[in-house]
């Protein structure tokens, strides 16, 4: 396999992921996720970089955590670092700055401010033919009903599961939680 990615050395330990209970979309998506070991992952709104280093700990040659929060990823950053792990403030716009191939994107989106369709087309662009994007995606009560799943996607992505998540730190009256696990088309 032709890579990009230089020999990485491991971590010294396992890196801190205390931080998970505060992040129960990412402990969410983080049980659906394919394997990790060997894959290069890219995390959509990563926030403090719990899923990143949680991907790092399971054997991710080189995960990247993007975010718009320049004060999220500074607080990621100081948290552990690691040279298979790196992080970048970047707004959804600029998504297509990004260069791929990964074989993993997992993001959380909300839908009553991410155009979650336009971000998938973009996101497909950086995945290798079989690669994997999962999406924890929050959805507002009453649009939940009207929600066409196949809509939400890019048509070059088949989803292949989806998944309602109910969890005790996820609040209800937020919305629906959902997790869609799809494929690139080859």
């Known amino acids: 396999m032709d890579t990009n990615y230089p020999k990485m050395r491991e971590p010294k330990g396992p890196l801190p992921t205390s931080t998970g209970s505060l992040q129960p979309s990412w402990q969410a998506l983080a049980k659906k ?109 009453e649009s939940a009903t009207t929600i066409e799943i196949k809509d939400l996607f890019s048509a070059r992505l088949t989803i292949e599961q989806l998944f309602q998540v109910s969890a005790a730190k996820l609040v209800p009256s937020a919305g629906v939680h959902l997790i869609l696990c799809s494929r690139v088309r080859g």
């Open 33 to 141: 996720v394919p394997k990790l070991a060997g894959q290069r992952v890219l995390a959509i709104h990563a926030g403090d970089g719990w899923f990143c280093r949680y991907a790092v700990n399971h054997g991710a040659i080189a995960v990247l955590g993007v975010d718009s929060n320049a004060g999220a990823i500074s607080a990621a950053r100081a948290v552990a670092s690691s040279d298979r792990l790196r992080y970048r403030i970047m707004p959804d716009e600029r998504l297509g700055m990004l260069t791929g191939p990964y074989d993993v994107i997992v993001g959380t989106f909300d839908l009553q401010r991410d155009d979650l369709h336009a971000m998938t087309q973009q996101l497909a662009d950086l995945l290798r033919p079989g690669g994997h994007l999962i999406a924890a995606v929050a959805t507002q009560p």
